[in-house]
């Protein structure tokens, strides 16, 4: 269990005034106004979609107001121990829960909901659809399901042209096209992406051009030890 606060970044804080909304902003109202006793919310969606982030969004705003969080992953051994004093309960990455920790995790939800602690989860797939004991389940599809619809095109270049120009760095159009167009558009991986080319880019005191992506990606083939593109 990882005892929230997270170690998070100052310069790379997971807010929900960071969070590019595009077609999701009903689901950013709804998570914003979260309270003791509020019915759970489950999140689901692919990957880089958004939903850790989101979850971090939620952390920050009950950090901000002294409370402590309980946040529980796919990661975290078990047994989980359940504190009353929690603002919130997490359970992150519930469609990889083991057998354990889902039975830890129906723990945890009933113990918060029944003091009235919200509880806000996420995962790849609907309630429906997830592979868990019944129960657990049933549980994450009680309350709000909210879908995180991925980014589309043009606003994945608009979270890529603002996080460049948050760092002071110029990307042309042909190199977001690149970025958008032979690699994967979650929204993760491109920032990923970036922070790479951010650091190569400085290491090499080049300005960031296509050749210099390129020349980045075949040194990173080159050097993997299955020979395949990251």
Not at 68 to 95: K, M, Q
Not at 196 to 222: G, N
Request: proline share 7%; net charge negative.
């Amino acid at each position: 269990m990882k005892q929230i606060p997270l170690p998070i970044a100052a310069d790379a804080v997971q807010s929900f005034d960071s969070f590019l909304p595009g077609d999701n902003a009903m689901a950013l109202r709804q998570l914003r106004d979260v309270e003791p006793g509020s019915a759970p919310i489950y999140m689901w969606g692919p990957q880089g979609c958004g939903k850790t982030h989101l979850l971090k969004a939620m952390v920050l705003e009950r950090q901000g107001e002294g409370e402590t969080i309980g946040w529980f992953g796919p990661s975290d051994i078990t047994p989980w121990a359940f504190d009353e004093g929690w603002g919130l309960l997490v359970l992150d990455g519930c469609d990889e829960f083991s057998a354990e920790q889902q039975q830890a995790a129906f723990g945890l939800f009933v113990e918060a909901t029944t003091h009235a602690i919200p509880v806000a989860a996420a995962g790849r797939m609907p309630p429906v659809d997830l592979a868990l004991r019944d129960d657990l389940r049933s549980r994450l599809g009680w309350g709000h399901v909210l879908a995180i619809q991925p980014l589309s095109e043009a606003h994945s270049r608009g979270a890529l042209r603002r996080e460049a120009d948050r760092r002071g760095l110029f990307l042309s159009d042909e190199v977001i096209d690149h970025l958008l167009h032979r690699h994967a558009r979650d929204l993760k991986h491109l920032m990923d992406q970036l922070d790479r080319l951010d650091e190569f880019a400085l290491i090499h005191k080049r300005a960031i051009t296509v050749p210099l992506l390129r020349q980045m990606l075949m040194e990173t083939h080159d050097n993997s030890p299955t020979g395949e593109s990251p």
